[in-house]
């Protein structure tokens, strides 16, 4: 069980204050104008100490454990959901899990000062959920790799000065092994930048293809061994999902308060919208779901540093329950907030686009069920009960 400290209720205010004051106002504008998630932002949040939060503190991070991340990361989502991307991401864990010093000391520092971007490259054309079925392939040759395959979707794929890329080094391994993990940096000859993917949101942090076309690394930018890539992900999955949990709840927690504040001001029938039942009752059956979703999404980051069987399925319910929530508080918001919540005045109706994605991306809501029954079928079959201990 958890009670979050004083020390992370202060870093939660924190977070707060700057996504009010800074983030927010920052979302409306550069989501508006399709720009790039801004440089100096993400200096700031470096200079504030909201980057590489589960980044050891030997290489510049806040060395958090994954309770304090989510808590910090719930606000800084609120705020601006493609500013919390930056703050811990899938790609620095197996850096962390399997870098030499080198190859951590090039890298994790510089993320943490906001001067380096980083891209994770798994997802290709035929390999999305079921990830194990990637094709690109990394060749030995001599004191190289030679890479070649596509990815699609890739985030920040045009300004990522390292990509973090999954391909298959042997052909002939059993499923989910024989897939290794590579730094390619930018600039590199035959990584080429592919077609764009317009998308209903988060135009700040955009998607790519991503070719491979004969792209030549040295060999030292393999990261740890050979074939062992989905070993390094396999606890950041838990954390980083269970964290996914609470940035929704920032998000759904942010538009019903938004929503909120304005019902109080908004005068129908002589008396203030947030007065009308059918409007409080609204309120009310939606910030229990949040409160739901948070207590879920707390508890399994907590359980995901335990790294222990039951990470993976507990993380899984924090998203798939969280992401729903988030769907849902933020239509209600608009709900709430009428015609005016519609508009691009506020910045609902663009939390509204952005939230679908919750149930897509880092493991779409049917394959995380698929985990969480596999949970429960397992406590079964053990003589106990499918319920988190
Ligand atoms: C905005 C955005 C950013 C992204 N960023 C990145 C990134 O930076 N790096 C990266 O590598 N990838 C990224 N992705 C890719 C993302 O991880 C995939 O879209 C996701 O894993 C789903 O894969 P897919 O799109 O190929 O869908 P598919 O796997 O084709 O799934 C289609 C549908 O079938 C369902 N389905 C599939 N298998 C099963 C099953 N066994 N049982 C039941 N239902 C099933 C899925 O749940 C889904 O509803 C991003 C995607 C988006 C949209």
Redo the contacts with the bound molecule.
């Keep these: 069980m958890y009670e979050l400290t004083e020390d992370q209720r202060d870093l939660k205010q924190a977070a707060r204050n700057f996504g009010r004051k800074v983030l927010a106002p920052r979302a409306m504008q550069i989501e508006q104008s399709g720009a790039d998630f801004p440089a100096d932002v993400l200096i700031q949040m470096g200079q504030l100490g909201f980057l590489g939060l589960d980044i050891p503190q030997a290489y510049g991070g806040q060395g958090f454990d994954t309770l304090t991340s989510a808590v910090i990361l719930e606000e800084i989502s609120g705020a601006w959901f493609s500013a919390a991307s930056y703050c811990m991401t899938?790609?620095t864990g197996p850096i962390i899990v399997a870098g030499t010093n080198e190859q951590k000391q090039r890298i994790l520092p510089a993320i943490c000062r906001g001067e380096l971007v980083t891209?994770?490259?798994?997802?290709?054309?035929a390999?999305?959920?079921?990830?194990a079925s990637i094709q690109t392939f990394a060749a030995r040759d001599g004191d190289d790799y030679v890479i070649n395959g596509t990815?699609?979707?890739?985030?920040?794929?045009h300004r990522a000065d390292v990509m973090v890329v999954?391909a298959r080094t042997d052909k002939s391994a059993m499923r989910g092994e024989g897939i290794s993990i590579f730094l390619v940096d930018k600039g590199t000859p035959g990584l080429v930048i592919g077609q764009r993917?317009r998308?209903m949101?988060?135009s700040a942090?955009p998607?790519w293809e991503v070719v491979f076309d004969n792209c030549r690394i040295p060999a030292a930018n393999l990261l740890g061994e050979e074939g062992a890539g989905f070993k390094y992900l396999q606890n950041d999955f838990a954390k980083i999902r269970a964290v996914y949990g609470a940035r929704c709840v920032g998000v759904s927690q942010w538009a019903m308060d938004y929503a909120l504040r304005y019902a109080q001001e908004r005068i129908q029938f002589g008396q203030a919208v947030s007065s009308f039942q059918g409007v409080r009752f609204k309120v009310a059956d939606i910030i229990t779901k949040i409160e739901a979703a948070r207590q879920l999404s707390y508890r399994a980051a907590v359980i995901a540093d335990r790294g222990d069987a039951q990470a993976p399925a507990a993380a899984s319910m924090a998203k798939h329950f969280a992401s729903d929530i988030c769907l849902e508080a933020t239509s209600e918001a608009i709900q709430i907030m009428g015609g005016h919540g519609y508009t691009v005045d506020h910045p609902l109706e663009r939390m509204f686009r952005e939230v679908k994605?919750f149930?897509?991306?880092?493991?779409?809501?049917?394959?995380l069920?698929?985990l969480i029954s596999r949970f429960a079928n397992r406590s079964i079959a053990d003589g106990g009960s499918a319920q988190l201990a």
């Design positions: 899938l790609a891209a994770f490259a798994l997802t290709e054309p390999g999305g959920s079921d990830a990815k699609f979707f890739i985030t920040n794929a999954f993917f998308t949101g988060h942090n998607i994605l149930q897509i991306g880092d493991g779409t809501s049917e394959m069920r698929i």
